[in-house]
T-cell receptor, first 113, second 115 residues
C-alpha cells in the first residue's frame, strides 16, 4: 500500500525566506501526489497535484512542488514566505488503480515577522 | 457550487448522548469520505462510500460509530453513545467517480466536544 512521510512536524521561517516542506512517498506503482493546506478552523484545500504530466507542478499562492522519482520525493517550496502562509500542510498519495488516498501527518508552518 | 456542506459546525454534548453529524457532498461526486482529525492521531479515514454503498469501514474505531448514505446528496455519521475521547474535528470529503487524479474536496468540518 502507498504511504507518505512528512519530515518535520513543525517548520518555522522568517517572512520573505524560502519555504521547504518535505514529503517522501512509498508506492509500488506510479502515484498521484497532492499537497493540501489547512488554515485554522477550516477544512483542507488543494494546493497542487502531480499527475505525471510534468515533474514540476505549480499551485496556488506561489507554491510549487517537484516530483523526483529517484528520490521518491515531492517536496513543496515557495521562494518567499508570507505571513498568510502560516497553516498546516499535508502531503497525500493516491494509487492510480484505486481511490485510496493516504495523508501524511502534516507539517505546521510558522512564519515569523 | 457551494462545496461540501457539513452540519453542525460545532457540537457540544455530554458523555453517553447520541451525536449525528451530517454531510452534503458536491453534486455529481460519486465518492464520499469521513475523516477524523485529532492532535494525537492526525487525520484518520473512518469510512468511504461509492455510489452510496460503503466500501471500506476499516477505520471506524468501534461499534459505537456508524455511517449511512441514504442517497447521493446526504450522509450521516452517528456516534452512540458518545465518549470524551471522541472529541475531534470530523471532516467529510467528496470526489468525482471517474478514474484519474481527482482530488478530494473537503467540507469545513464539525468540531465535536464530548464532556
Amino acid at each position: 500500500a502507498q504511504s507518505v512521510t512528512q519530515l518535520g512536524s513543525h517548520v518555522s521561517v522568517s517572512e520573505g525566506a524560502l519555504v521547504l516542506l518535505r514529503c517522501n512517498y512509498s508506492s509500488s506503482v506510479p502515484p498521484y501526489l497532492f499537497w493540501y493546506v489547512q488554515y485554522p478552523n477550516q477544512g483542507l484545500q488543494l494546493l497542487l497535484k502531480y499527475t505525471s504530466a510534468a515533474t514540476l507542478v505549480k499551485g496556488i499562492n506561489g507554491f510549487e512542488a517537484e516530483f523526483k522519482k529517484s528520490e521518491t520525493s515531492f517536496h513543496l517550496t515557495k521562494p518567499s514566505a508570507h505571513m498568510s502562509d502560516a497553516a498546516e500542510y499535508f502531503c497525500a498519495v493516491s494509487d492510480r488503480h484505486n481511490n485510496d488516498m493516504r495523508f501524511g501527518a502534516g507539517t505546521r508552518l510558522t512564519v515569523k515577522p | 457550487d457551494a462545496g461540501v456542506i457539513q452540519s453542525p459546525r460545532h457540537e457540544v454534548t455530554e458523555m453517553g448522548q447520541e451525536v449525528t453529524l451530517r454531510c452534503k457532498p458536491i453534486s455529481g461526486h460519486d465518492y464520499l469520505f469521513w475523516y477524523r482529525q485529532t492532535m494525537m492521531r492526525g487525520l484518520e479515514l473512518l469510512i468511504y462510500f461509492n455510489n452510496n454503498v460503503p466500501i471500506d469501514d476499516s477505520g471506524m474505531p468501534e461499534d459505537r460509530f456508524s455511517a449511512k448514505m441514504p442517497n447521493a446528496s446526504f450522509s450521516t455519521l452517528k456516534i452512540q453513545p458518545s465518549e470524551p475521547r471522541d472529541s475531534a474535528v470530523y471532516f467529510c470529503a467528496s470526489r468525482p467517480g471517474l478514474a484519474g487524479p481527482y482530488e478530494q474536496y473537503f467540507g469545513p468540518g464539525t468540531r465535536l466536544t464530548v464532556t
